[in-house]
């Protein structure tokens, strides 16, 4: 790994599209996968509109438009890089993914419904960048000056103090997310903003990469460890309360059947969900789709029926299938038309799931996922004959 | 004229090699056991679903027995350790979600454990009869 800390031109942003024309133009790679700026569109008078949206770009000139550094995830692009890559490509792919991105991409790699391991042969090139954190789509989309909100979380990442912009909150999954520098050996190139001087980018790239870029090795810049160590920490302390504010929740309502009761079933949720990976979903086969006749004997079992039925059966069943995997992206919460804190619900129920197998998803593509292992000498009490 | 005693019903998932044969070993040697179980029979415990031990909670089942081969025995020689892992999944989330773990049972229980398998229903019966009804019995709004 080359590491080096350069001076920007003109801005961080300008540096960065630069860098990435530069391995485009050289054929470095073929293609980018990268959040780029969309036109405002149909402009109303409370919303200056515009956001952005991953876009798979071939021509060097069109980089002008790419925006990593703007503070919204309107979907979580591993989904992207799976369609790009999972029945095999010609071309060399480049992505610029953030830490949560990668993490989910390591995760659809394991459940081969996306093809993103350098090292087993896959023509893949992933960039990430460190995540000053998100803001939903709507209050980006709002906001007057765009290069402001980035622009103010740049100046804040020199000490590790990232504040959301006046008025505006991050997402629910950011103001939790402990995780969001990009992290393992699956990272080609690293572009490093936290704990790095204004006016400069740090960048951490495999040494072929580093050269290719023309990168001088120098150090990493020396407050970056404190810096980083600072944000995680109050991240941590953030997500401690929120899954403590979940469980005593749950604990007062006896259950979690409340949680869920606002749910209109509409499966938004799942289809944003990056690692929800079934490619036929049950709930979405004739599985769940009742005789008329079936609804009238369960209503008059119980006195009553929720229609649609099934709605706490599917968040329970999600949680069954994926929960082990889910990598906090929080896009989830985002997808949900009622405002109910579906990402939370993962992210607590997640932790205690994931310490039964000491798994950490998208950690690393060596391991595997729990659902798709076992070890004979694990669990053994379970299912033994009690004393 | 007294309240008739709370008679739980439980739903069971055997696999077709070890305890749905052993349940069969059970009724052709005569081995008395309580008629609140109703089987459903799997090739293999590691073929479960966790939706429909979930599906047959909600909707009211007092108890979920999950019966499979010892761990080295599967016929298809590791589907049990993949149930396993599941059910650790499932009892986990069900806790944390404020349900009753303890209404899902996982067995391991041969084809010529039939003895065992009527203690095992007759021992979850009576730990059922202990934890009452299972209160989403009477919950539709699920």
Known sequence: MIEATIEVQESALKTIRGILRRLLEQGTVDAWLVPMALPSGDVG???????????????PEALEKADPLAPVLPINAARAVANLTVTGHQEKLGVVLRACEIRALVELVKFQQAKANASAGD??????????????????????????????????????ELRPYEGLAFRAACQMCEQPLPDGDHVDLTIGLVGV??????????????????LAANDAPAARAEAVEKLVASRVDARDAAFGQFRDRVDSMGGLLEEFSACIRC???????????????????????????????????????????????????????????????GLCTEACPVDIPVGTV?????????????????????????????REDELTTLGSRPH | MAEAEFEPRIIAFLCNWCTYTGADLAGTSRIQYPPNIRIIRLMCSGGLDPVYVSKAL?????????????????????????ARRRIAILHNILQQMGFDADRVWLRWISASEGQYFADTVTEMVAALKDKGPNPLKGVGSI
């Open chain 2, 58 to 82: 909600l909707e009211g089942a007092d108890g979920v027995l999950i019966g499979g081969c010892h761990p080295g025995d599967c016929h298809y020689q590791s589907g049990n350790y993949k």
């Open chain 1, 197 to 214: 001087e204004p006016g400069k980018v740090y960048f951490k790239a495999r040494d072929e990469l580093g050269e290719a870029l023309g």
């Open chain 1, 123 to 160: 023509n893949i090139l992933i960039v990430g960048i460190d995540c000053l954190g998100t803001y939903r789509v709507t209050d980006y989309q709002a906001a007057r000056d765009k290069g402001r909100l980035a622009d103010e979380l740049l100046e804040g990442a020199m000490n590790g």
């Open chain 1, 346 to 374: 993962f992210r607590t129920v997640g932790e205690k799931v994931q310490a039964i197998f000491d798994y950490h998803p998208g950690r690393s593509l060596e391991e595997e996922a729990p659902v798709q292992e076992f």
């Open chain 1, 45 to 59: 008078p409370t919303s200056p509109g515009g956001s952005v949206a991953p876009m798979l770009v071939t021509d």
């Open chain 1, 267 to 329: 499966h938004n949720c799942m289809i944003n969900c990056p690692i929800c990976y079934c490619k036929e979903c049950i709930f979405r086969t004739a599985t769940f789709e009742h005789e008329s006749q079936l609804y009238y004997q369960w209503a008059a079992r119980k006195g009553e029926v929720r229609m649609l039925p099934d709605t706490l059966l599917f968040h329970l069943t999600r949680l069954n299938h994926m929960v082990t995997s889910c990598v906090g992206c």
